[in-house]
Each structure stands twice: as structure tokens, then as C-alpha cells.
């Protein structure tokens, strides 16, 4: 099974969190069987661990686009059909955790730049890293400078579709 996230039955794996909202309190999980990212019916092997409001979400945006939920006897899907399900559910899921990337991209853009403010010197601390063929690389570049294309200005603490959230 590809599962996301961490896997709640072995010891020393990684304690389980949302792959979408950061969300690591266990009974807030859907861990155990994990969101069946392109739909159960689909491909019932492709799983992330998400909390149950994301769940919820990823469940309803699934329902939007058409992805087939439930096996109908009565009318078997094709595998086309099967095709078309998986690609729209992985769509809803990378489109979703694309946003969240973003909104994670804002916040540590807040984050240095307090940094900058407060502790001037961090970016030497930081150092360089090797990167394939020799060529040396900062471990942190600086932000462009004005808002994040599409965000507004002010970044943190904003949703793509505008409402306010806690980061």
C-alpha cells in the first residue's frame, strides 16, 4: 500500500500529521484507512494520512468533480471511467496541497524576514550546501522583494480564496 504520512502501526515510523493542514492530534486522524486520494473505487492502494475536516473536504471536492465514490453493481465503471476518476481525484488532492505549499512558502517568507529584523547575522550562520558538480549554493535566498505574485500584500495569514486562517 502507498500511503502518505506517517504510518501508525510501526513503532519508529514518523508519528501520523495531515499531509494537508499539519493537523497531529491522533483522534483528529483519519490515519487507519487514510483518504483515498483518487477515490476508494479508483485505486483503493493510494492513500494520505489527512485529518477528518480535510478528509471532509477532500471527500466533497471529490463529489464536485465527478469522482465515482461508492461501486454501483448495477452499472460497472469501465476502466476509462476508473481512469478519469483517478486523474480528477489526484487533481483535487495536488491542487489542494499545492495551495497549502504556497500559504507554508508565505509563512517561512515571514518568518525570515523577522529573522532579518531580530537576528541580522542568521544568514551567515546558515552556510552553504554542495549541490551535484561541485557548484555551492545558499542554503537560503532571499525572498524577491514586494508581495508573492497572486497573494495579497500583506501574505501571511491568508487563504488563497481569501479567508483568514492560523498558521
Not at 471532509?56 to 452499472?75: F, I, K, M, S, Y
Not at 546558515?126 to 558538480?133: E, F, L, N, R, S
Request: aromatic share 4%.
Amino acid at each position: 500500500m502507498l500511503k502518505v504520512g506517517g504510518d501508525p502501526d510501526v513503532e519508529d515510523a514518523a508519528l501520523p500529521v495531515c499531509v494537508l493542514c499539519g493537523e497531529n492530534r491522533v483522534f483528529t486522524l483519519n490515519a487507519r484507512d487514510g483518504h483515498h486520494v483518487a477515490g476508494r473505487v479508483n485505486d483503493p492502494d493510494l492513500t494520505a494520512v489527512v485529518c477528518l475536516n480535510c478528509h471532509a473536504d477532500q471527500t466533497e471536492a471529490h463529489r464536485r468533480v465527478g469522482v465515482r465514490l461508492r461501486d454501483d453493481p448495477a452499472v460497472p465503471p469501465a476502466l476509462l471511467d476508473r481512469l478519469a476518476g483517478m486523474l480528477a481525484g489526484a487533481g483535487v488532492f495536488l491542487r489542494e496541497l499545492g495551495d497549502r505549499m504556497v500559504q507554508w512558502a508565505i509563512y517561512l517568507r515571514a518568518v525570515m524576514a523577522t529573522l532579518d529584523d531580530q537576528q541580522p547575522g542568521w544568514r551567515d550562520v546558515v552556510g552553504y550546501i554542495p549541490v551535484p558538480g561541485g557548484i555551492t549554493t545558499p542554503t537560503v535566498v532571499p525572498p524577491p522583494p514586494g508581495p508573492v505574485p497572486g497573494f495579497p500584500a500583506s501574505g501571511v495569514g491568508v487563504d488563497v480564496q481569501g479567508g483568514s486562517h492560523d498558521l
